[in-house]
């Protein structure tokens, strides 16, 4: 099949790259002419592990490729995916759909015989209508079906996600839409992954409703987790307890600082916005929202109760600024509201991470940064773990300990296991288990 991608982004990269792996011919666009270029020079302007070795192959293969003008590609596409940004709107929380109405306009402009243009980013329910709409008005000749195909990629294991995904969902009242897109998907479905085909409001729909069910999960195990913290009780044998029912399953009960990232925020808001604009409001939604908003700041509050109270003029470290591990993005990461909180009490904060460095610098520039996770801990009096990237869990607590001027260790993603902090003589401030004493009475305690 002949591909076009419309958007050089996350997703578009991952779909593109990934549609070429498995034998489709590829040309993925971009107005961004920087982008474009850096692709083609053979650089890839995001992080995502293995994504860099999968477009080189498709390249060298001579099925993928990349332009900024669709004009000389729409024509001989069989498909054309639309992988354009949809951010929320300011002001409102509506997902923004400027983007995909510009492309689909550009779209029609350029179509050639039968074509399926295929929504795949995340659009609010109807926007297939609106697309069909749009291309009628520009183009009413152009023999087009319009179809909706939501990705489920997570960043970080995304090219996994593709090739070997849990379920496809596509939706479209058009036959010969189906046809082509079982057969896009072929070599994925034939290696046993279903594709649900539904109407394309109802696949539209799917996208938001798993990202929020999932926001809610996570959403609901940190509130388990804060239970926990008064009652005593250990969050991770909660969840590992509750897990072990099939009906619930153990995936996505890691209780942490607040979910962030490029989807679950705005995907949570935007459907929030149209259950609302329907008159059918999603109060356990909108709550989701306001506890995980909350939660995020409330974490630099654990750093002040392990100090006493005040951690005025004390320097913190914090280690990992990106919305999870093995991503670069920093979008709603927890970090950022737990940072902005340790400044307003009064400390200073030294960063690192793995791979968001660039753009935490960008998106707080007012803090000090340190190149390894040694650096930033030196002569810090706490040490606040906000991701769990690999290389923290690797750490060597005695050599932290030892840089600290402080034995605050603030573990929000529980990585590191009791007898290794106690050993380091650090005192381990966890998510969802027994809090410490404050230090002055945790030192009372032990003479
Ligand atoms: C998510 C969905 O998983 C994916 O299917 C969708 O298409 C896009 O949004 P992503 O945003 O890349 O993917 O990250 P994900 O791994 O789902 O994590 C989202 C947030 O939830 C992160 O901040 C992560 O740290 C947090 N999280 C996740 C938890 O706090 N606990 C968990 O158990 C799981």
């Known amino acids: 099949m002949n591909i076009v991608m419309i958007g050089a982004g996350y997703v578009g990269?991952?779909?593109?790259?990934?549609?070429?792996?498995?034998?489709?011919?590829?040309?993925?666009i971009d107005t961004d002419e920087g982008k474009?270029?850096?692709?083609?020079?053979?650089?890839?302007?995001?992080?995502?592990?293995?994504?860099?070795?999968?477009?080189?192959?498709?390249?060298?293969?001579?099925?993928?490729?990349?332009a900024t003008d669709l004009a000389a590609h729409v024509p001989l596409a069989d498909v054309v995916f639309i992988a354009v940004g949809t951010p929320a709107r300011r002001g409102d929380g509506h997902a923004d759909l400027t983007f995909v109405g510009e492309a689909a306009r550009e779209i029609a402009r350029h179509v050639s015989g039968f074509t399926v243009i295929v929504t795949k980013s995340t659009v609010p329910v109807g926007t297939g209508d609106w697309v069909e709409r749009l291309v009628a008005q520009e183009r009413p000749d152009a023999d087009i079906a319009v179809a909706s195909n939501p990705e489920f990629l997570r960043e970080g294991a995304a090219i996994d996600d593709f090739l070997r995904p849990d379920r496809i969902v596509a939706g479209s009242d058009d036959a010969r839409a189906r046809a082509v897109i079982e057969d896009v998907y072929?070599?994925?479905?034939?290696?046993?992954?279903?594709?649900?085909?539904?109407?394309?409001?109802?696949?539209?729909?799917?996208?938001?409703?798993?990202?929020?069910?999932?926001?809610?999960?996570?959403?609901?195990?940190?509130?388990?987790?804060?239970?926990?913290?008064?009652?005593?009780?250990?969050?991770?044998?909660v969840a590992y307890g509750i897990g072990l029912d099939h009906r619930i399953g153990a995936d996505f009960l890691s209780a942490g600082p607040g979910y962030g990232g490029s989807c679950f925020p705005k995907d949570t808001l935007a459907l929030m916005k149209t259950a609302q604009d329907h008159d059918s409001p999603m109060r356990l939604?909108?709550?989701?929202?306001?506890?995980?908003?909350?939660?995020?700041?409330?974490?630099?509050?654990?750093?002040?109760?392990?100090?006493?109270?005040?951690?005025?003029?004390?320097?913190?470290?914090?280690?990992?600024?990106?919305?999870?591990a093995d991503t670069d993005d920093m979008r709603d990461s927890p970090a950022i509201a737990i940072v902005q909180?340790?400044?307003?009490?009064?400390?200073?904060?030294?960063?690192?991470?793995?791979?968001?460095?660039?753009e935490a610098r960008r998106l707080i520039p007012d803090i000090a940064y340190a190149d390894t996770a040694y650096d930033a801990v030196r002569g810090a009096a706490a040490c606040v773990i906000v991701t769990d990237w690999a290389e923290f869990r690797r750490l060597d607590l005695k050599v932290l300990a030892r840089l600290m001027s402080g034995p605050g260790l603030i573990d929000l993603r529980n990585i590191f296991d009791d007898e290794e902090v106690a050993?380091?003589?650090?005192?381990?401030?966890?998510?969802?288990m027994p809090q410490p004493l404050p230090l002055d009475r945790h030192r009372q305690a032990a003479e």
Not at 38 to 65: C, H, K, N, W, Y
Request: charged content about 20%; hydrophobic content about 45%.
């Open 36 to 66: 474009i270029a850096t692709l083609r020079q053979g650089g890839i302007p995001i992080f995502e592990p293995g994504l860099d070795a999968l477009a080189a192959r498709g390249v060298a293969a001579g099925r993928l490729s990349f």
């Open 186 to 237: 072929r070599p994925i479905t034939d290696r046993g992954a279903p594709l649900l085909f539904t109407g394309r409001r109802t696949s539209e729909l799917v996208k938001y409703a798993a990202n929020a069910f999932l926001a809610l999960k996570i959403t609901y195990i940190n509130e388990v987790a804060s239970l926990c913290e008064k009652v005593e009780a250990d969050v991770r044998d």
């Open 285 to 324: 939604v909108e709550m989701c929202v306001s506890v995980n908003d909350a939660r995020k700041r409330a974490m630099a509050r654990k750093v002040m109760a392990l100090f006493g109270g005040s951690i005025h003029g004390m320097t913190v470290a914090v280690l990992g600024l990106t919305f999870k």
């Open 423 to 432: 050993a380091a003589g650090l005192v381990r401030v966890g998510t969802g």
């Open 341 to 358: 909180a340790l400044g307003d009490a009064g400390a200073k904060v030294r960063a690192y991470d793995p791979q968001g460095m660039a």
């Open 13 to 28: 990269l991952v779909s593109g790259a990934c549609f070429a792996e498995i034998g489709h011919t590829v040309t993925c």
